[in-house]
């Protein structure tokens, strides 16, 4: 650090800096016309001063009209998504055969009204699990969390077909941990929650006053490339993501 | 940093062949991947000029945008505090950690805490300070430096993780990338059960809503911001974007730069701490605007450098950096980005770095946000011409005049034609007396037996 070539001082309080930033910048202020600063060229034909689109809806992903359920299926078997389809009324079957195939005997039950797996799809998975002899947990404290769970289920708030993405939120309901801890998870999606990207998603007007605490847009499974660029699942997060469309 | 110091880490750089070779391996790996992903996108040009609108826009109008997301961010929760420069970013984030008696702080990747030196203060005043990313684990059991911005053991392969694994958590040896990383998830378990204080970068802060991004794959980043029950966020001021709606063009690029993923595997928006009725998260959520001369920055005639969203891609598409890799530069931010960034924020201790570019125009052509960082190279060395070596400026001013003297060019040419020897391979890496200067960093090809003016008095000419 050499502070030699610095002006003189750093502004001291965030009060400081915005005056600073303000004379710097006096178009940001409003109305001074100056044009581009020496070194800062043009971006195509809007200058920094041009609004900005109100949204980017333009440039969208998955035409409206596109099938979702099918661009959602390949993007998310692309990241590593194991994608289930099934029967409205015929989904315990096939969650059971993914916790079977995943060698799961104590499974975290996560329901949300909000989703599409609600209190009473728990219940159903609940005696389901214990007909078959597994040990359905609801709320688990920490230390079961992290050493007694194999995997959980849970419901997501949205899903994005172009990348395979699953969408949960926090609240009353929904843990941080839940996604995130097991080493294994199958999430219940419903099709019409499927949006086609990331600018639909965020163009929904509702979502800034609604944001909860956290919300995680999951794409695939954990991962990491940090050694040799080889790819490796299961890092901190779950190794096996599974989604079933119902 | 002095030039001298830069020539010295230069050769150093060089001379590790095994270094050089798994830069190479990994940056074009990582050039193909980018380029295969943009290809998919529908709209990718029209993105990045989108991208790069957003992000002038917000250079040309922080002052509104930041107090919006400080208001934002505080009604939704937050405290937030301002960090003039690096001192005072450490000075606050050991305070509020030393006043809660936090004992075990866990951190995600975060080039801005390693721009402010972070850990050692922290570690100073008695905090145990865990790096969670597996690269930045790795660094951090080497007691080395991240070497690239998005993957820190660039310069590492398996047999050198597989070392420090060994040496510092007394496991099994594997060069297996799959047991080594779960060697590492073992340990940063137990961590992740205990922290209490974690301490992240941000990639977006929303101003509209005073939400802060964090782009992740690990998830190690999730568990730093769900586990602890503090949570510091360190967000340089220029991070900001505007409005919800244009975070998805950022996000749409970001991955797509720096990994040739569509996206990360977590994109984690934090609203605010644990809400009273969530069953777990930080109750604390503390973020740390830094300036450390950005406002400087901004201020001057270079600010085009603030758009940087730190994806990497110039890193893996620039030449230089793939030869010399991360190290040479010896400053936080390597690269391209590094050569524009660090001797503005640096100061003349990174002077030299602009002219570690051969202005090709790949970092260019590789941004997300279309900085021209060939542009800026060139007009900071405008700015430091005046502190070139006294050898080099000498030497260019003894060149010219000989140019302009054919006679004594034709002698010049002869003369070194003579003296400078090769290494068998048409290249010299030890030039004789004061050309060893110039090749103390640089490979000079070894001249041609016979110069294009004589090629052309014998040959050519005739058969015009
Ligand atoms: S300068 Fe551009 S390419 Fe380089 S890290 Fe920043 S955004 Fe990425």
């Excluded at chain 1, 709320?139 to 708030?157: E, I, K, M, N, S």
């Amino acid at each position: 650090m050499n502070a030699d070539s610095r002006p003189p001082a750093p502004p001291a309080t965030f009060d400081a800096l915005l005056a600073r930033l303000r004379a710097a910048a006096p178009r940001a202020a409003g109305g001074d016309a100056r044009g581009a600063a020496p070194g800062e060229r043009a971006v195509s034909a809007d200058s920094p001063d041009a609004p900005l689109p109100g949204d980017h809806l333009d440039l969208r992903a998955v035409p409206p009209d596109a099938d979702r359920v099918a661009v959602f299926t390949a993007a998310a078997t692309a990241v590593g998504v194991t994608v289930h389809r099934a029967a409205r009324q015929a989904w315990v079957p096939v969650v059971l055969a993914v916790l079977e195939k995943l060698g799961a005997r104590r499974i975290l039950l996560e329901a949300a009204d909000h989703t599409a797996f609600r209190a009473a799809e728990a219940e159903a998975l609940a005696a389901a699990l214990r007909a078959a002899g597994r040990e359905p947990l609801v709320r688990p404290d920490d230390d079961t969390l992290f050493d007694g769970v194999d995997a959980a289920v849970a419901g997501v708030t949205a899903a994005l077909a172009e990348t395979g993405t699953l969408v949960t939120a926090t609240g009353p309901q929904t843990a941080r941990g839940t996604s995130l801890v097991p080493p294994a998870l199958v999430a219940l999606v419903d099709p019409a929650q499927i949006v086609g990207d990331l600018l639909e998603y965020f163009a929904d007007p509702r979502l800034g006053a609604t944001l909860p605490a956290n919300v995680n847009l999951i794409t695939g499974p954990s991962k990491t490339a940090d050694i040799e660029g080889v790819l490796v699942t299961g890092v901190h997060g779950p190794g096996h993501v599974h989604c079933v469309l119902c | 940093m002095s030039v001298a110091d830069f020539r010295e880490q230069l050769a150093a750089g060089t001379r590790a062949a095994r270094v050089v070779a798994a830069v190479h391996q990994a940056t074009w790996r990582k050039v193909a991947q980018r380029e295969a992903a943009l290809a998919a996108l529908p709209h990718a040009g029209a993105l990045r000029d989108r991208a790069a609108q957003i992000r002038a826009h917000v250079v040309a109008h922080l002052p509104d945008y930041l107090e919006q997301f400080v208001a934002q961010a505080t009604a939704r929760g937050a405290q937030v505090h301002f960090a003039p420069d690096a001192d005072a970013a450490v000075r606050l984030i050991t305070a509020l950690a030393v006043q809660r008696g936090l004992r075990l702080a866990v951190k995600g990747k975060s080039m801005t805490s390693e721009e402010i030196h972070l850990n050692a203060a922290l570690e100073r005043a008695g905090l145990r300070v865990v790096e969670t990313d597996l690269g930045e684990f790795i660094v951090q059991l080497d007691r080395d430096r991240p070497s690239h911005i998005i993957t820190p053991i660039i310069h590492k392969d398996r047999r050198q993780v597989a070392e420090a694994l060994v040496r510092e958590l007394g496991c099994r040896y594997t060069e297996d990338p799959t047991e080594l990383s779960l060697i590492a998830r073992r340990h940063l378990r137990e961590i992740f059960r205990r922290c209490d204080l974690g301490i992240t970068g941000v990639n977006f802060a929303v101003a509209e809503t005073g939400t802060l991004v964090l782009c992740t794959n690990e998830g190690n980043g999730r568990m730093c911001v769900s586990r602890p029950r503090v949570h510091v966020a360190l967000l340089g001021i220029e991070k900001i974007i505007p409005r919800l709606v244009d975070l998805p063009v950022l996000l749409k690029l970001i991955a797509r730069s720096s990994t040739g993923q569509a996206l990360g595997a977590y994109t984690t928006l934090i609203t605010g701490p644990k809400r009273p009725d969530d069953s777990d998260g930080p109750a604390e959520l503390h973020i740390v605007l830094l300036d450390n001369g950005r406002s400087t920055i901004l201020a001057g005639p270079h600010r085009e450098v603030l758009r940087c969203i730190r994806c990497g891609a110039c890193l893996n598409a620039c030449p230089v950096y793939r030869n010399v890799g991360g190290h040479a530069y010896a400053s936080v931010y390597p690269g391209p980005i590094g050569s524009v960034l660090s001797p503005l924020l640096d100061g003349p201790s990174h002077a030299d770095l602009p002219r570690a570019s051969s202005l090709c125009g790949a970092c260019l052509e590789a941004c997300p946000v279309k900085i021209d960082i060939p542009h800026l190279l060139v007009a900071l060395r405008a700015e430091h011409r005046a502190r070139r070596p006294l050898s080099r400026r000498i030497g260019l001013r003894l060149w010219a005049w000989a140019m302009q003297r054919p006679w004594l060019y034709r002698l010049g040419q002869r003369v070194l034609r003579r003296i400078v020897r090769d290494d068998g391979d048409g290249f010299a890496r030890h030039g004789p007396g004061p050309l060893g200067l110039w090749t103390a960093g640089r490979d000079l090809r070894r001249p041609p037996a016979r110069s294009f003016r004589e090629l052309w008095h014998t040959e050519l000419r005739d058969e015009r």
